[in-house]
């Protein structure tokens, strides 16, 4: 019997995988959680319904739609959410998107319970803050991010590893110009070729942002310094990464595109079980790696930058970003003004190294406050 789950992000689409695989596996749903009090939060409350059902935002009136359909049992706000995240025995799913992930991230290391965590930006942004909570509450994180549950799985029973190779997709506009991406809309750049994700981890996809965010993603999980992170593009998204040795041998995790594998494996750990997937075979499997333009794709390099000069940096990478995307998703930024505007803030910002998480938060508020005004200016 599985250990019950809470699970954040719930109506987004690590959240929703996670309720299958929860369903799948006949594990106890003690929480689902989700920012917006929707239409679609309720449903999922009369799908579980032995699930406590927490709303963090939303106005009162679109609240009282929840609580009609779910009485008591509806909680809303984000103590309700941080309580949940505190059960102890709990397995905490964060499928929260940006940094808003990290406060309950935090809250379940310190209760000592395991964080599969989806949620990249809790280590970005939070770094060492985040290990200190894992350190003192005796939790443990096992990655859901696929690249990172790879690494995980290899480095089980690897032996030290020299050095991590992160391998990227390469997004929709692999093999472009940058001057071929200066007129690129939102739809184009949603477009992913091998994963179907939400809508910022997509554009992060698409501008390498991501993989940005997955290489301190796995500095932290991992301890291995940035240089021997590496990152290389293989397009057919079948190899997830791989581990180099010191005897020369590489270990590469490899399977299908379907995030319910990574999700499961982070809750059934160090077990396995039958996951309900497509059958995947190598049959007709062409298997290619190319370097980053890294021209094109500035994010990466910014992230590298950001990761070491550390302390306030990657945060001030993330939320940057994350105010960027959402400005090129309104149509207020172009394509290649979201890793300008990253740059911007990285140079204007003043860099501190945080010792809690009320810092983290408030370095995280000013970067967008900065990002913000950064691109007010461009447009
Ligand atoms: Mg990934």
């Not at 391998?167 to 940058?178: D, N, V």
Request: hydrophobic share 45%; aromatic share 4%.
């Amino acid at each position: 019997m599985t250990r019950p789950l809470v699970v954040l992000g719930a109506t987004g689409s690590i959240g929703r995988q996670a309720l299958d695989v929860a369903e799948h596996l006949g594990a106890p749903v003690h929480a689902i959680v989700a920012r917006a009090p929707s239409q679609a939060l309720a449903d999922l409350g009369r799908r579980f319904p032995d699930a406590r059902v927490v709303a963090t935002g939303g106005s009162l009136s679109e609240r009282r739609e929840v609580t009609e359909a779910l009485g008591a049992r509806a909680e809303f706000g984000t103590d309700a959410m941080l309580d949940s995240v505190r059960v102890p025995g709990t397995i905490v799913v964060n499928g929260i998107v940006g940094a808003a992930g990290l406060r309950a991230s935090v809250a379940a290391l310190e209760a000592g319970n395991r964080l599969a965590l989806a949620n990249k930006e809790t280590l970005v942004v939070g770094g060492a803050v985040v290990l200190d909570a894992l350190a003192r509450g005796g939790g443990e994180i096992v990655p859901v991010d696929s690249e990172h549950s790879a690494l995980f799985q290899l480095l089980l029973d690897s032996g030290p590893a020299e050095r991590l190779i992160l391998t990227a997709s390469g997004g929709p506009f692999r093999g472009q110009e940058r001057a071929d991406l200066e007129d690129v809309t939102p739809t184009q750049a949603l477009a992913h070729p091998t994963w179907v994700m939400g809508r910022r981890i997509s554009i992060d996809s698409a501008t390498m942002a991501n993989k940005g965010l997955e290489v301190i993603e796995a500095h932290f999980l991992f301890g291995l310094p940035y240089e021997s992170i590496e990152v290389v593009v293989h397009p057919q998204s079948t190899v997830h990464s791989l581990v180099v040795l010191g005897d020369g041998s590489f270990l590469a995790h490899l399977g299908a595109t379907d995030m319910r594998i990574p999700i499961q494996y982070a809750i059934t750990h160090p077990e396995r079980s039958v996951t309900p997937v497509e059958p995947f075979s190598l049959e007709g499997l062409t298997l290619g790696f190319e370097s980053v333009d890294r021209s094109v794709f500035r994010a990466l390099d910014l992230a590298y930058a950001a990761g070491g000069l550390g302390g306030s940096a990657p945060a001030v990478f993330n939320a940057a970003d994350e105010v960027a995307v959402e400005a090129f998703l309104q149509g207020r930024l172009g394509f290649l003004g979201i890793a300008e505007i990253i740059e911007r803030a990285l140079e204007s910002h003043e860099w501190s190294r945080p010792s809690g998480v009320e810092e983290v938060v408030a370095i995280d508020e000013r970067a967008r406050t900065l990002a913000a005004s950064l691109v007010a200016g461009v447009c």
